[in-house]
């Protein structure tokens, strides 16, 4: 019988009977939870939608941070013979109430009783829905059962009810609707079978070689595909044990208690640990940065040896040997210090970056993928490592790039369609080919290359294509600059919002002697705008004219999801920050004389804005 998804895991439960399944931080200290508990609860949570009346191919939702009950909701609803409707819990009501109307969702998991309340009120709007399992507290409402409730309805149906719907359960039905939070339009549900993500997880798993003797930490939001794939399904697939972080902010913390050896991330994450390496060496003895500078120059040159296939030689092993226990050791000892090596998906990783955490013999292995594909298209891995590319395609997937550059993909993990949405569907499945709506290019090695994507191409008014992306991530790599977002379409040159980096910049004004009160006040100071002018020209030396920033707004806060000016995996959202800060840009382009004309604003409960 071929699998599904719960008949994966409950299989591997029986093979890793005795080992640790999770961990999850309560009383202070991260605590086991077995294979054989992980089952158990499984099967509990699916007798107990069975009871509730959830039949096969209905939908129910999952709204919560990172934590085993998330496992437990959606390997239960689909042994239940349910799909799982995964949904942010940083969403807007206004997205939340869409996606659990569009959805039909009948049963909704969530942790938060103050959002509760909220969804109660707004009840008239999700007429299908039926119940809402409260996973902490309780509320006194006919609506909200709360988990001990929940959990004691599984003793109303019988185990053999529930092993017949696992039984019954097809390989090729849909398991779940994703939906895309993109970077415009409504989210709309890609429906993912079983096979789509079972295909993916078992062509990634013969690429990077992890075991039941690996331990990953995992932070990503569950509710993206990368994370569930590559952090939940890939990891139990393969039998290794997951350890839940407390939040965001306690990443660095929680790397220090599991030891983790494998880390899924964003970009992001990496990028702000490459800032806080540099800040601290900038910072440090002119010795020990004497000693860094010199381990990272040796760290390069063994990377480019690598790159080209050549022996970097007896000489410069030996002194990355040496390197590798008075400098780069340190670095591991902060991620826990059995970090075999980081994945990074979900947004384009700055090359610099990755040849920086090489250098330090902790390879971060990029990938590309997108919901519809479920999500990996290409990946790089052990002996097929190119710095600046995605990685070779899945063996079990065809890519082609199509007349205007755009990648075409075929294969088994491509999704069925957008859920009740048959034109969309038409727009994105053509032959079965895939439009992912990115510019891609594939070298003579088979390395796959995003350019951007299709929709954000600048086109300036003087005819130029420009990829903002690739500006942004050469940008990006300095220590004073955290994010930005390039401007320029149909105008005569480019221009970017810029945030900076504030912990690197409040040393920056500590060291200079500059006085300010607040980051409002920080980012006007003549300084500091002369400062981030400088290093930005530095960066961009290289590039040709018309894809140099001219000009600059510099910016007192950082994008923000909950206004909608990111995705969940920090994606921007072009279209929303552009009109969000159109006053802003406009001024930026508004003729004052020749030359530099940079600015900055502060913004003020993020959505008051101010010169």
């Not at 030891?259 to 991330?265: A, D, E, G, N």
């Not at 050549?310 to 400098?327: E, H, Q, R, T, Y």
């Not at 140099?548 to 920050?577: A, H, M, Q, Y």
Request: net charge neutral.
């Amino acid at each position: 019988m071929k699998d599904t998804l719960p008949r994966m895991v409950l299989r591997q439960s029986e093979r890793f009977n005795g080992r640790v399944a999770m961990r999850r931080k309560q009383g202070g200290r991260y605590r086991d939870i077995s294979w054989e508990q992980l089952a158990e609860k499984v099967r509990i949570y699916g007798r107990a939608l069975l009871t509730l009346g959830l039949k096969n191919n209905q939908h129910a939702a999952i709204m919560a941070p990172n934590r085993p009950e998330w496992v437990w909701a959606d390997l239960g609803i689909m042994a239940a013979g349910g799909r799982t409707v995964p949904v942010y819990h940083t969403e807007a009501l206004k997205t939340i109430l869409h996606i659990l109307r569009d959805s039909q969702s009948r049963f909704l998991f969530t942790h938060s009783a103050s959002f509760v309340a909220e969804l109660v009120d707004e009840s008239d709007q999700v007429p299908k829905l039926e119940k809402i399992i409260l996973l902490e507290g309780s509320v006194d409402h006919p609506l909200v059962m709360s988990l001990e409730d929940f959990r004691a309805l599984a003793e109303k149906t019988k185990v053999e009810k529930l092993e017949k719907c696992l039984a019954a359960g097809k390989r090729e039905e849909v398991a779940t609707l994703v939906y895309t939070s993109g970077t415009t339009g409504t989210p709309k549900g890609a429906m993912l079978t079983h096979d789509n993500i079972l295909s993916n997880v078992e062509a990634s798993s013969h690429l990077i070689q992890i075991s039941d003797s690996d331990e990953c930490l995992s932070f990503l939001p569950l509710s993206h595909i990368f994370e569930r794939m590559a952090g939940y399904y890939l990891m139990l697939h393969q039998g290794v044990t997951i350890s839940y972080a407390e939040s965001i902010d306690t990443v660095p913390a929680n790397l220090a208690e599991i030891h983790p050896t494998i880390v899924v991330s964003v970009p992001r994450l990496y990028e702000k640990m490459y800032n806080r390496v540099l800040e601290r060496v900038s910072t440090g003895p002119w010795l020990k940065k004497q000693l860094f500078f010199l381990a990272l120059k040796a760290g390069k040159a063994k990377v480019a040896c690598q790159q080209r296939g050549v022996d970097p030689g007896f000489g410069l092993n030996l002194a990355m040997a040496i390197f590798s226990k008075l400098v780069f050791a340190k670095l591991q000892e902060r991620l826990g210090g059995k970090l075999r090596f980081f994945v990074s998906g979900g947004a384009p990783l700055v090359c610099e970056i990755a040849e920086f955490f090489l250098a330090a013999g902790i390879p971060i292995y990029e990938g590309y993928g997108l919901t519809e594909t479920s999500p990996v298209i290409a990946v790089n891995y052990p002996g097929h490592h190119r710095l600046g590319s995605v990685g070779q395609p899945l063996q079990n997937l065809e890519v082609r790039i199509a007349e205007d550059g755009e990648l075409l993909v075929k294969g088994p993990s491509v999704f069925q369609g957008y859920w009740q949405l048959p034109e969309q569907t038409a727009e994105a499945l053509e032959d079965g080919w895939f439009h992912t709506g990115d510019i891609a290019e594939i070298d003579t090695d088979g390395y796959l290359h995003i350019t951007d994507r299709k929709k954000d191409l600048i086109v300036t008014a003087g005819g130029k294509n420009v990829a903002p992306q690739e500006i942004e991530n050469i940008l990006k790599a300095d220590r004073y600059i955290s994010s930005l977002m390039v401007y320029g379409d149909r105008k005569p040159y480019l221009t970017a919002l810029v945030v900076p980096d504030f912990e690197a910049l409040t040393k920056y004004a500590a060291f200079k002697k500059i006085d300010f009160l607040d980051h409002c006040d920080l980012v006007n100071h003549p300084q500091i705008l002369n400062l981030i002018r400088r290093r930005i020209d530095q960066l961009q030396q290289d590039l040709p004219n018309y894809k140099k920033i001219r000009r600059f707004t510099l910016l007192s806060r950082d994008f923000i999801g909950d206004k909608g000016e990111v995705t969940p995996t920090l994606k921007l959202r072009r279209k929303t920050i552009s009109q969000r800060f159109s006053a802003i840009i406009e001024n930026i382009y508004r003729p004052e004389g020749e030359g530099i004309h940079d600015t900055s604003f502060c913004i003020i409960d993020h959505d008051e804005q101010q010169g």
